[in-house]
């Protein structure tokens, strides 16, 4: 998705415009996370733009646009603007944003905290007003002191003269803002870098975390407000026709029970009386379309869908004229559908009333939230607040905007502030899923041993086509091709990649890593089958495979190699490469040979992901989503019968458990390179790194997850 409303804009313009939109929400919105509420003089700010506040008593606070969920724009957001600054990053304290055309995502269109987004975006944008800032509050002490400002420096929250006077940025502040902001101020280069990449680096959210302080939507309290249990139906979609609320209002603590357009909600003094009460309602339900839809039935729908001609992603040559001539090696590879399963169930906060409505909860897609809240309430957008929460795990689900909506009708229909909770079985089995697919794969070896053809479908839902339509053009998801359009094998003379939209009537969401985990699956595995089949160590096939223009990819691959001890022949390693999200990445499986069933021993995981900003915690994603790949891999998968999802909690969903986990290193290519995303990246290629150790080890190829060991 793109969007050119702030790209249009100059740098000075924007942030001028920034500045002009922040006296409506820098100074007036909630701060969830500020234990100093910011009433006295010396705490107004006497500089502020949509990204930066300076307060006299030189307190400096980014206005964060991200959702924290733990990926750590908590504090790589505050080292961009630290670095320009030049300031410590422990003088920066963080505020998150409210809702506001600045804070839109340049890369996905929306004020939207995703794709791997946050850091990429943001790296030119807030070193840009850091930098810009820093230059105008050294201008300020220039004039106040009548010295050239060559002759001031600014560091450590001080601008300081060479003759020996000094102010602080707060001193300064009032003046500074009375200039004009520079169009192009001068940006530190990678060798000049105090903050960025610095391995000290301390995550300023942790003293909240320990500490209790930090306020999830679990934590939230509104004066005079109810919490609030949803009974939903049992099939997603479904609509109550009556209910019967009377047994539910004599448990004790009950407040009331209303019905709002998916359900039937029980408030009461706490969350055990509403679960309780709504144990005891009586529902008739619609069950809707999906009544009687089955897994079954999804999955042979795409096996038909594989006939469709489909979208063309990339194309070169006459792959069916190839086809024709050699020796086709052909394979199909099917993944079930997912759940993102967070830790922190669904949960949201809000308040109608006065013809206001006030949002308060963990949410990834601030514009989106005012809008349906909007809807919900009945009320204007721009009488809508959204405050956001730290997220305890988003993965994608929080994007989507159901909760929001469902909170707002709730306390509309109510008469009263609430906050919802939902359950994990309500989580789990009313999640908007990661896309079941099917993927039918055709290649032919030339007569240098390298493919000369590769003929690959892929046929899924498409999350896109619901959550923003005017997005798909002739059948062309720009999420779907993750994964496919920025193959790294690119130098094959035939190649023809399609997707094909299936709507089977479920609905999806953005997982983590979207199609990239759906589109690396297969071709991963492909080119393992391949290599096989051309009598080649699989290491050695990529290497020769990789495109020209892909030598980062041949470096990252070298790397994991050299750093997991893999040796051409094991049996016991599985290898897997890609580029997503800006970052190259490769991934070795090692297998315990000593274990009678699957056992993972150790995951080498190497990535360039460009300029790294906080390399601790760069680790420490990838990390997460190396081992929240892995128990995709092995166990989940959602099931549908009589249009009921079957799983409905970690008993038959589970997620690994600590004595599960293998060996995990992580290593990063030094880079000089813009940065590329994290938070996805260490997902995708666990699972075709894994299937390809098995098929080393055992001989038998793995072509359908999970592979439940």
Not at 87 to 102: D, W, Y
Not at 212 to 218: E, F, R, V
Request: with cysteine.
């Amino acid at each position: 998705m793109k969007n050119n409303s702030v790209k249009s804009l100059g740098r000075r313009q924007f942030i001028q415009h920034g500045a002009s939109v922040s006296g409506a929400f820098v100074l007036g919105m909630y701060l969830p996370l500020a234990s100093e509420a910011a009433t006295s003089a010396s705490a107004q700010p006497a500089l502020a733009n949509a990204w930066i506040r300076i307060t006299p008593n030189n307190q400096i606070t980014l206005i964060c646009a991200r959702s924290e969920m733990g990926q750590d724009v908590y504090t790589s957001m505050p080292a961009l603007l630290a670095e320009e600054l030049n300031l410590p990053l422990s003088m920066i304290k963080v505020e998150m944003a409210g809702v506001a055309p600045v804070y839109i995502n340049a890369l996905l269109g929306g004020q939207i905290t995703g794709g791997s987004t946050s850091v990429r975006e943001a790296f030119d944008k807030l070193r840009t007003a850091g930098a810009a800032t820093r230059t105008v509050l050294v201008e300020a002490a220039a004039a106040r002191w009548k010295v050239s400002p060559e002759s001031c420096r600014a560091m450590n929250g001080k601008v300081t003269h060479v003759g020996g006077k000094s102010a602080t940025y707060g001193e300064l502040a009032a003046d500074a803002a009375k200039l004009p902001l520079p169009e192009k101020p001068a940006l530190k280069p990678p060798t000049k870098f105090m903050v960025i990449g610095k391995e000290s680096m301390r995550r300023l959210d942790t003293p909240l975390k320990v500490a209790g302080k930090a306020i999830y939507g679990i934590d939230v309290k509104i004066p005079g407000m109810a919490i609030a249990s949803l009974a939903q139906c049992p099939v997603i979609g479904g609509t109550p026709t009556s209910f019967d609320a009377s047994a539910a209002m004599k448990v004790s603590g009950v407040i009331k029970v209303v019905q709002i357009s998916d359900g039937v909600a029980v408030l009461a003094k706490d969350f055990y009386a509403a679960r309780k009460g709504r144990d005891a309602l009586k529902i008739v339900w619609n069950e809707g379309p999906n009544a009687n839809l089955n897994t079954a039935m999804i999955r042979k729908s795409l096996e038909e869908s594989l006939t469709k001609k489909g979208a063309t992603i990339k194309t070169a040559g006459n792959t069916d004229a190839e086809l024709a001539k050699g020796k086709v090696i052909s394979a199909q590879y099917f993944l079930p559908y997912l759940a993102h399963s967070t830790m922190e169930p669904v949960n949201c906060s809000a308040d109608v009333s006065n013809g206001k409505c006030r949002i308060i909860g963990p949410i990834q897609f601030q514009q989106g939230g005012e809008a349906v809240a909007a809807a919900a309430a009945g009320v204007k957008p721009e009488d809508v607040t959204i405050e956001t929460t730290f997220l305890g795990g988003g993965f994608g689900r929080k994007l989507e905007l159901d909760f929001i909506r469902q909170a707002a009708e709730i306390s509309k229909a109510a008469g009263m502030p609430v906050k919802m909770l939902w359950t994990k079985e309500d989580d789990i089995t009313h999640d908007f899923y990661r896309p079941m697919s099917l993927h039918k794969v055709e290649g032919v070896l030339g007569a240098d041993g390298k493919l000369n053809v590769v003929k690959a479908k892929m046929v899924s839902q498409s999350v896109t086509a619901r959550a923003f339509p005017g997005f798909v053009k002739d059948g062309f998801d720009p999420f779907m091709v993750e994964g496919s359009q920025n193959v790294t094998y690119d130098d094959v003379p035939n190649l023809d990649l399609t997707n094909v939209i299936s709507d089977t009537g479920v609905r999806v969401g953005y997982w983590r890593s979207v199609s990239n985990a759906l589109n690396a699956f297969a071709i991963e595995s492909f080119v393992d089958e391949v290599a096989l089949v051309a009598g080649k160590d699989p290491v050695a096939f990529r290497l020769a495979s990789l495109g020209r223009k892909h030598l980062r990819a041949n470096t990252v691959l070298n790397m994991a190699v050299k750093m997991s001890g893999y040796t051409p022949g094991s049996k016991r390693f599985g290898v897997a490469q890609m580029e997503c999200y800006g970052t190259y990445s490769a991934c070795v499986v090692e297998l315990d040979p000593t274990a009678t069933q699957t056992k993972v021993k150790k995951v080498t995981f190497v990535a360039d992901c460009g300029i790294t900003v906080h390399p601790d915690q760069a680790r420490a994603q990838l990390t997460g989503g190396v081992i929240y790949g892995l128990s995709a891999a092995l166990n989940n998968e959602i099931t549908i019968e009589n249009g009921r999802v079957q799983q409905s909690n970690f008993n038959n969903y589970p997620s690994l458990r600590q004595n599960q986990v293998p060996v995990v290193e992580v290593h990063l290519i030094p880079s000089e390179e813009k940065p590329g995303g994290l938070g996805e990246v260490g997902v995708p290629l666990v699972a075709p790194a894994l299937v390809n150790a098995i098929a080393a080890a055992t001989g038998k190829r793995i072509r359908e997850l999970p592979i439940k060991v």
